[in-house]
């Protein structure tokens, strides 16, 4: 069965630093895997996805993820945290078949001045 | 513009009244689906639709009705609504369900006396 998990229920960074959120996941097929954000009170935006091309994936904001395959791993990293980027972070995998998307429980991001 | 729009944005009801949540999506997209968002808990699918006129369960579908009598609308039934249904409802779509990236709508924040 496919799961998510996001290691990291909360994260904590100082603007201007490096930015780690965690995604491991599980799958019997080739997964395609996501990112989205959630700002406060709105609904989720799509960061940037892997769909089995290139292995390091660029996203909008600044955001990349690298797909590896033998950690089984979709880490969500930014070089530099801002202000703006404070919000809550889902993984989600969907793989072939007829099984819906599946995300994780989130990771909240704080940013710190 | 492309996007997925709910109805109403907020809602406040007592226990045993009927709903109706309506989300429409103008991207002509195959997919659409209800997620419920609580604390701790991330997101889980209610239920999700193929095409027209198919739908399946989710995750947490008991106490929850949907229909697609059309391939643009996917709206959300509450026949008897109670506390424990308290939530933040999304609609989303896709063009297909595996493989491709969901478009959220806004949100429906519901709250149930």
């Known amino acids: 069965a496919q799961s998510v998990t996001q290691l990291d229920s909360h994260v904590s960074v100082s603007e201007g630093t490096p930015v780690l959120l965690r995604c491991n996941y599980s799958s019997s097929y080739s997964p395609s895997l996501f990112w989205y954000v959630q700002h406060p009170n709105k609904g989720l935006q799509l960061l940037l996805k892997?769909?089995?091309?290139?292995?390091l994936v660029k996203g909008i904001n600044g955001f990349e993820a690298e797909f590896k395959k033998s950690e089984t791993s979709f880490h969500l990293t930014k070089p530099s945290a801002h202000m703006s980027d404070a919000a809550e972070y889902f993984c989600?995998?969907?793989?072939?078949?007829?099984?819906?998307?599946?995300f994780g429980k989130g990771t909240r991001l704080s940013v710190i001045a | 513009e492309a996007q997925v729009t709910q109805n109403p944005r907020y809602l406040i009801t007592v226990t045993g009244k009927k709903l109706t949540v309506t989300c429409s999506q103008n991207?002509?997209?195959?997919?659409m689906s209800w997620y419920r968002q609580d604390p701790g808990l991330g997101l889980r699918q209610i239920y999700y639709s193929m095409n027209v006129e198919v739908t399946d369960k989710g995750d947490v579908p008991e106490g929850y009705k949907v229909s697609r009598k059309e391939k643009r609308n996917f709206p959300l039934i509450l026949e008897s609504p109670s506390p424990n249904q308290t939530s933040l409802y999304f609609c989303?779509?896709?063009?297909?369900?595996?493989?491709?990236?969901?478009?959220f709508g806004p949100g429906t924040r519901l709250t149930v006396t």
């Open positions: 892997y769909t089995s091309a290139a292995t």
């Open positions: 991207m002509n997209h195959e997919y």
């Open positions: 989600a995998l969907s793989d072939s078949g007829n099984t819906p998307l599946v």
């Open positions: 989303a779509s896709s063009w297909r369900l595996a493989g491709y990236e969901q478009y």
